[in-house]
């Protein structure tokens, strides 16, 4: 099938450190990404990772992969009320992009 | 601005009508999309149009009619409209194909509600 799966919903603390995790289960994808979509707006890409790769660093952002397992994380360090959104992971499958079910993540000041 | 713009960005309409909305995108982009956001933000794609030509049709009513009469422009036409339809529609747009890994740039959205 084609199904990426996340948790629904994370609420962390300001200055907190956070962790969205992603399944997915098309293991042929070039690249692996992440979306950020904040309230009425459209998505945003907020960084992706080759498949080839383990970790990926970019300012707050870290994102591991496990291509074993298909599991791919996303961290956000320092966690800012302004990262408060929805965040989706995503893969390209043989003819279409599928993104994850989405991950609200509320920050509490 | 270059973006990729749709209107309008509210639609209420009573079931039975027909609506229509529009995406343009301005970033000389090959490769157009409409998804269809639900209530539970699931995100699912409905359409793709690789320089105007209809490459993806998702199991999507035919009551749902795209048309890219450029390749700047994919529109989305909805016949009969059911409660079922009430949802944001996103349209994006991809510097290249769907043969290769690229970055989908989403528009703003459309909430429509079906009443």
């Known amino acids: 099938g084609e199904d990426v799966e996340q948790s629904l919903f994370l609420s962390v603390r300001e200055g907190d450190s956070s962790v969205i995790n992603c399944t997915y289960t098309d293991s042929s994808s070039t690249y692996l990404y992440w979306y950020k979509q904040e309230p009425g707006a459209g998505l945003q890409l907020l960084t992706y990772i080759f498949s080839n790769m383990d970790m990926k660093q970019d300012q707050r952002l870290t994102v591991l992969l496990n291509k074993k397992d298909k599991h791919l994380s996303l961290r956000i360090a320092d966690t800012q009320t302004g990262d408060s959104a929805i965040y989706f992971c995503a893969e390209k499958g043989t003819y279409k992009y599928i993104f994850g079910t989405g991950t609200r993540l509320k920050v509490l000041a | 601005d270059t973006a990729v713009s749709q209107t309008p960005k509210y639609l209420v309409t009573q079931m039975g009508n027909d609506k229509s909305i529009k995406c343009e995108q301005n970033l000389g982009h090959d490769t157009m999309y409409w998804y269809k956001q639900d209530s539970k933000k699931f995100l699912k794609i409905m359409f793709s149009y690789n320089n105007k030509e209809l490459i993806i049709n998702e199991t999507v009513p035919n009551r749902f009619s795209p048309k890219s009469p450029d390749k700047a422009h994919l529109n989305l036409h909805i016949n009969s409209l059911e409660l079922g339809d009430s949802a944001v529609y996103f349209c994006?747009?991809?510097?290249?194909?769907?043969?290769?890994?690229?970055?989908?740039?989403f528009g703003p959205g459309t909430r429509l509600t079906v009443l």
């Open positions: 994006a747009s991809s510097p290249l194909g769907l043969a290769e890994d690229n970055e989908q740039f």
